[in-house]
Nanobody
Framework: VQLQASGGGLVQAGGSLKLSCTAS????????MGWFRQAPGKERDFVAA????????YYADSVKGRFTISRDNAKNTEYLQMNSLKPEDTAVYYC????????????????????WGKGTLVTVSS
């Protein structure tokens, strides 16, 4: 599975940004998808995940109510809509995937993704 993230950039605090991740090499509709981020000098953290069917979504507490994960199977693409951005959201954002069509627990999607794309940088200025 090849994953390509895009949509990063520089935005002011309080602004919005939408990330996209396009997948190839596997039937997209069978993949569980997710977003992770790594801030400078920190470990990579879970941000959000969506099940292969789109019926289940999971979020890190730090982004609940501000970020929305979604997918468009016809376009082989997942999205991360980020609103009310804060300087602490500054990071390289990575998309990730885990094979399906199986339902995994929140924990498994947070810790056991199988495929990773190259990141896209999001910088939030204060």
């Amino acid at each position: 599975v090849q994953l390509q993230a895009s949509g990063g950039g520089l935005v002011q605090a309080g602004g919005s940004l939408k990330l996209s991740c396009t997948a190839s090499g596997r039937t997209f509709s069978t993949l569980n998808m997710g977003w992770f981020r790594q801030a400078p000098g920190k470990e990579r953290d879970f941000v959000a995940a969506i099940s292969w069917s789109g019926t289940s979504t999971y979020y890190a507490d730090s982004v609940k109510g501000r970020f929305t994960i979604s997918r468009d199977n016809a376009k082989n693409t997942e999205y991360l809509q980020m609103n009310s951005l804060k300087p602490e959201d500054t990071a390289v954002y990575y998309c990730a995937a885990k094979s399906g069509p199986y339902y995994y627990s929140d924990y498994e999607l947070r810790t056991a993704m199988e495929y990773w794309g190259k990141g896209t940088l999001v910088t939030v200025s204060s």
